[in-house]
């Protein structure tokens, strides 16, 4: 089949923007929040909700990663966050008792 240059060049830019999007770069879609360990979202004061809308507020994107873990004895809820047009992923650390911002 040979291809009419128009129809060649839409063609072209099709395969090129899908090549460049992944099924998760839409923004829309957040990680759900998993347990470092069993038995620590029954520790936690801080519902899994309010912690994900404490670190949306902090930095506004998509969730790809989120945890309820212990560090350094404390239970924090973890979030990575891709922030549209950054580079960096934003990481976001909340206290699961008092739902303050650690880090």
Do not use: H, N
Not at 45 to 74: H, M, P, T, Y
């Amino acid at each position: 089949m040979v291809l009419k240059p128009a129809r060649a060049s839409l063609a072209l830019s099709l395969v090129i923007s899908c090549a460049r999007s992944s099924p998760g770069d839409d923004y829309t879609t957040d990680a759900t929040v998993t347990e470092g360990e069993p038995g620590l979202f029954a520790q936690a004061a801080i519902s899994r909700d309010s912690a994900v809308a404490i670190a949306k507020s902090q930095a506004q994107g998509r969730i790809i990663k989120a945890e309820l873990e212990r560090e350094g004895g404390a239970l924090v809820y973890s979030f990575e966050i891709r922030v549209p047009g950054e580079i960096a992923v934003a990481k976001i650390s909340i206290d699961a008792r008092t739902g303050t911002v650690v880090k």
